[in-house]
């Protein structure tokens, strides 16, 4: 046991050379804000992005981002030891001027479900506590296991998600939160796209004729869809199925969540 936890922390030391523990945090993004609780670093975060609402008490500190940008003075101002930033949405323009000011930033790009934990495990190390970021992987990880074991995969079932309605919009294959609906066994019906979150037109979804359809839970999908009932398999079925926005949008360990969702809601298809 020893022996597998020195070889665990060799690898993450060599991947993560310049770690150390760090005083004064700030994340960039919600999912950051997240992992970061989740990794030990809870108390060391001085500043976080808009929309950073769980845990709880994440909502009670200094807001300095947001979909319009970096508040670049006052991040410098709050000194920081290390930014975790997400290349996916923050300016880079913004970014490279932290970084002219010899701040830390960490970019963070999580492309799948094992990104999760193995950036849970690169986050502990600038923790106090390692073994607190260490443990919740490994819960991760377990808990991933047994979900795989538990919601095997006969038929798959092909789904729209309706990542926005205004405009429409939806996720192709390989791009967060794909790998959701995959592990479950959906097909995306958009999952050749040429473009990560493509625009498409009604007239689309409705050729493509998906069995169901996911759609956030203050959508209006349902109603939006309601007129092609006719011509549209998931309508007529009454399969449009609202999920939890923020366990689906955000990888984190709350993404288990998510699967725990989108898995039952295909497993109803089975009976």
Same mark, same amino acid.
């Given at each position: 046991?020893?022996?597998?936890?020195?070889?665990?922390? =060799?690898?993450?030391?060599?991947?993560?050379?310049?770690?150390?523990?760090?005083?004064? +945090?700030?994340? =960039?993004?919600?999912?950051?804000?997240?992992?970061?609780?989740?990794?030990?670093?809870?108390?060391?975060?001085?500043?976080?992005?808009?929309?950073?609402?769980?845990?709880?008490?994440?909502?009670?500190?200094?807001? $300095?981002?947001?979909?319009? /940008? =970096? @508040?670049?003075?006052?991040?410098?101002? =709050?000194?920081?030891?290390? $930014? +975790?930033?997400?290349?996916?949405?923050?300016?880079?323009?913004?970014?490279?001027?932290?970084?002219?000011?010899?701040?830390?930033?960490?970019?963070?790009?999580?492309?799948?479900?094992? &990104?999760?934990? !193995?950036?849970?495990?690169?986050? #502990?190390?600038?923790?106090?506590?390692? &073994?607190? /970021?260490?443990?919740?992987?490994?819960?991760?990880?377990?808990?991933?296991?047994?979900?795989?074991?538990?919601?095997?995969?006969?038929?798959?079932?092909?789904?729209?998600?309706?990542?926005?309605?205004?405009?429409?919009?939806?996720?192709?294959?390989?791009?967060?939160?794909?790998?959701?609906?995959?592990?479950?066994?959906? $097909?995306?019906?958009?999952? !050749?796209?040429?473009?990560?979150?493509?625009? $498409?037109?009604?007239?689309?979804?409705?050729?493509?004729?998906? &069995?169901?359809?996911?759609?956030?839970?203050?959508? #209006?999908?349902?109603?939006?869809?309601? @007129?092609? @009932?006719?011509?549209?398999?998931?309508?007529? !079925?009454?399969?449009?199925?609202?999920?939890?926005? &923020?366990?689906?949008?955000?990888?984190?360990?709350?993404?288990? @969540?998510?699967?725990?969702?989108?898995?039952?809601?295909?497993?109803?298809?089975?009976?």
């Amino acid at each position: 046991m020893l022996f597998q936890r020195l070889v665990l922390l =060799l690898i993450l030391f060599t991947t993560n050379l310049f770690a150390a523990p760090v005083e004064r +945090v700030i994340s =960039l993004a919600p999912h950051i804000t997240e992992l970061l609780y989740a990794a030990g670093l809870g108390d060391k975060l001085v500043a976080v992005s808009e929309y950073s609402d769980y845990p709880l008490q994440a909502k009670q500190i200094e807001t $300095v981002s947001n979909h319009q /940008g =970096l @508040k670049l003075e006052r991040i410098i101002a =709050l000194k920081p030891d290390l $930014v +975790v930033a997400w290349p996916g949405g923050n300016p880079a323009k913004e970014i490279d001027k932290l970084k002219a000011f010899n701040i830390n930033v960490y970019p963070i790009n999580i492309q799948s479900l094992d &990104d999760i934990a !193995n950036y849970l495990e690169k986050l #502990s190390l600038y923790a106090p506590d390692p &073994d607190i /970021g260490q443990q919740a992987a490994k819960s991760f990880r377990q808990q991933l296991s047994e979900m795989r074991q538990k919601y095997q995969v006969d038929t798959p079932i092909r789904y729209f998600y309706q990542l926005s309605e205004q405009p429409l919009m939806t996720v192709a294959k390989n791009h967060w939160p794909s790998e959701v609906f995959s592990f479950c066994g959906g $097909v995306n019906v958009f999952e !050749n796209s040429p473009v990560p979150y493509p625009q $498409v037109g009604k007239e689309q979804v409705i050729l493509k004729n998906p &069995d169901v359809i996911f759609a956030s839970q203050s959508s #209006s999908a349902t109603s939006l869809w309601a @007129k092609w @009932k006719t011509q549209m398999t998931a309508v007529q !079925n009454h399969h449009i199925w609202s999920i939890n926005s &923020d366990w689906l949008s955000r990888p984190t360990p709350r993404t288990l @969540k998510a699967i725990e969702q989108v898995c039952t809601h295909f497993e109803t298809l089975k009976k």
